[in-house]
T-cell receptor, first 110, second 114 residues
Framework: RKEVEQDPGPFNVPEGATVAFNCTYS??????FFWYRQDCRKEPKLLMS???SGNEDGRFTAQLNRASQYISLLIRDSKLSDSATYLC???????????FGTGTRLTVIP | NAGVTQTPKFQVLKTGQSMTLQCAQD?????MYWYRQDPGMGLRLIYY???????DKGEVPNGYNVSRLNKREFSLRLESAAPSQTSVYFC?????????????FGPGTRLTVL
């Protein structure tokens, strides 16, 4: 079983739509959670951290459910520039690296 | 600030050849990492350096060696390249290696081993 499971997509949505991605993780020792964004043939970049209480950054909302071991990312009012692959990521207490999902690909269509 | 830089951007090797991937960061970060990214798989850690003078194995260290040359530079060496090492290699750095620290990635090296 993979450490992090994500629906690979692709998700093709029109501009202005709302889209949500979920990610499940198997390791209950997971400590901190993140969404990273990776554009085609580019490096991953941090989009936002995910906090237990849920957090929002502009059009992006992230939520964490430790009991069910999943995190989510909601994007409102999608823009063409949101087209990318979104990586679900976590780290663990005592570990020194990040654990990455395979990513969910989003294409926003004009 | 350039952030994290990697050289080369692209490389083609024949099986058995050796090469070193270079990585440097100018953010005064203590920790540095090497990942590989393959289709259908998440990024996987090869080696990391929690601080200058230390290196440790990650999830997939076989066939690789690393050197933390100084605080800024962390190199990855393939002694005898194999086709299974065809991948995109990313170097990353963070302020520390503890939980919750954002990692900053370089632009990647696309390596093909024939």
């Amino acid at each position: 079983r993979k450490e992090v499971e994500q629906d690979p997509g692709p998700f093709n949505v029109p501009e202005g739509a709302t889209v949500a991605f979920n990610c499940t993780y198997s390791n209950s020792a997971s400590q901190s959670f993140f969404w990273y964004r990776q554009d085609c043939r580019k490096e991953p970049k941090l989009l936002m951290s995910v906090y237990s209480s849920g957090n929002e950054d502009g059009r992006f909302t992230a939520q964490l459910n430790r009991a069910s071991q999943y995190i989510s990312l909601l994007i409102r009012d999608s823009k063409l520039s949101d087209s990318a692959t979104y990586l679900c990521v976590y780290d663990q207490t005592g570990a020194n690296n990040l654990f990455f999902g395979t990513g969910t690909r989003l294409t926003v269509i004009p | 600030n350039a952030g994290v830089t990697q050289t080369p951007k692209f490389q083609v090797l024949k099986t058995g050849q050796s090469m070193t991937l270079q990585c440097a960061q100018d953010m005064n970060h203590n920790s540095m990492y090497w990942y590989r990214q393959d289709p259908g798989m998440g990024l996987r850690l090869i080696y990391y350096s929690a601080s200058e003078g230390t290196t440790d194995k990650g999830e997939v260290p076989n066939g690789y060696n690393v050197s933390r040359l100084n605080k800024r530079e962390f190199s990855l060496r393939l002694e005898s390249a194999a086709p299974s090492q065809t991948s995109v290699y990313f170097c990353a750095s963070s302020w520390t290696s503890g939980s919750g620290n954002e990692q900053f990635f370089g632009p990647g090296t696309r390596l093909t081993v024939l």
